[in-house]
């Protein structure tokens, strides 16, 4: 008969194998769909340049976020602009862009090392333009700028909850490795909600995240090594008209997280993590995996698309019951602006609470907000 304990301790390392084996699956998978990839961004710089700038394009070349421009009639348009426009597209990091038949003028390069720091030796990117870990749509926890009413089903204590959140996770510092680039960054948030029935909208609880980030990326593939601290604590108004046993819940924890863009439109992300230390003593490992939609089509002249997101966890402290999340809605971008993103958003969660004073409480949670990520 196999002892219960044993049994439980086998679960976690069977589950975090699991994840590792999805990672491993992700990766063939991106590679696979690499070289599709490149064939749809090549097409889809062509159509940006031509479209928005009205420039002839000869060709364009497409190789692990690299792009490479021959243009066959600039027009009035400057190489430097059409370098700006396709530098600011959603998966390419670096673009060249030249005329034909000018051989003798220099291309305009960007994203590319200076040529005498590569003779010299790899550079450090100062605080690069963003980062390269495109943030999670479904986590609940995935430090950005947002305000969300939620409307709590089923729930003893909470009904209409107002959830105001604010952070971002920053690239400090970049470069090349191999084929790749490396990014050093730091994560900050405060997820904090707020009981909409109460007179005042009482602060319910707050959530202090902080710690650094280590992202690596490969054309379609892209990985994130992450160490926080979270703290919880609950609002004064909540405690002065509620009788509770505070818990004085903070941790350290780090997570690994590996994504694949195994199409233009479809994105998959697993990963694993653990608590090194917390009080009080909470069991420490977690998995994650989840899945990301975003429409190739786009509406009102590129900027809007259709997204969607399913997100699923388990963590050893609650017994590894499934918390599940999903987001669906439009997404507003700009392509002068790399990285900024504003998303309307239909949200769904079931599971644990991720508002921390209350982990061991299950929560099922309609949502509507606005999200925005830099």
């Not at 396709?86 to 960007?110: F, N, S, T």
Request: hydrophobic residues 40%; charged residues 25%; aromatic residues 8%.
């Amino acid at each position: 008969m196999t002892d219960a304990r044993t049994g439980s301790r086998r679960r976690p390392i069977g589950l975090l194998l699991g994840a590792a084996s999805v990672a491993v699956a992700l990766a063939a998978v991106g590679a696979a769909a690499e070289q599709a990839r490149d064939a749809y961004l090549e097409g889809y710089v062509t159509a940006v340049i031509e479209r928005d700038l009205g420039v002839t394009v000869e060709s364009v070349e497409v190789r692990g976020a690299v792009a490479r421009v021959v243009l066959a009639d600039p027009g009035g348009e400057t190489t430097e602009r059409v370098a700006e426009s396709v530098a600011h597209l959603e998966d390419i990091d670096r673009v060249e862009v030249r005329v034909a038949g000018e051989d003798d003028v220099a291309p305009v390069r960007i994203g590319f090392d200076d040529p005498v720091d590569e003779e010299e030796g790899s550079t450090v990117d100062v605080l690069p333009r963003h980062e390269l870990f495109e943030p999670l749509m479904a986590d609940p926890r995935q430090p950005h700028f947002s305000a969300i009413y939620q409307w709590y089903l089923d729930d003893p204590e909470l009904v209409h909850v107002g959830s105001a959140n604010f952070g971002e996770t920053f690239a400090l510092l970049g470069g090349e490795v191999g084929d790749g680039r490396w990014e050093i960054g730091l994560l900050g948030g405060v997820f904090s909600v707020f009981d909409l029935d109460a007179e005042s909208f009482d602060l319910v609880n707050s959530d202090f995240w902080v710690g650094p980030t280590l992202s690596l990326r490969r054309g379609s593939l892209s990985g994130q090594v992450r160490l926080y601290h979270q703290s919880s604590h609950l609002g004064d108004e909540f405690l002065l008209r509620n009788r509770v046993d505070r818990v004085n819940l903070s941790y350290e924890g780090v997570d690994v997280l590996a994504s694949a863009q195994v199409h233009p439109a479809l994105r998959l992300y697993a990963g694993g993590g653990a608590i090194v230390n917390s009080e009080p003593d909470l069991d420490p490992w977690s998995v994650q995996a989840g899945a990301e939609l975003r429409s190739p089509m786009t509406f009102l002249g590129g900027t809007t698309r259709p997204v969607a997101a399913f997100d699923f966890q388990v963590r050893e402290e609650n017994r590894w019951r499934e918390e599940l999340g999903a987001a669906a809605g439009l997404e507003f971008a700009n392509a002068t602006a790399p990285g900024l993103r504003l998303q309307f958003l239909l949200t769904w969660f079931r599971g644990n609470s991720p508002n921390g004073q209350f982990f061991d409480r299950r929560i099922e949670s309609l949502g509507l907000g606005a999200h925005l990520h830099f």
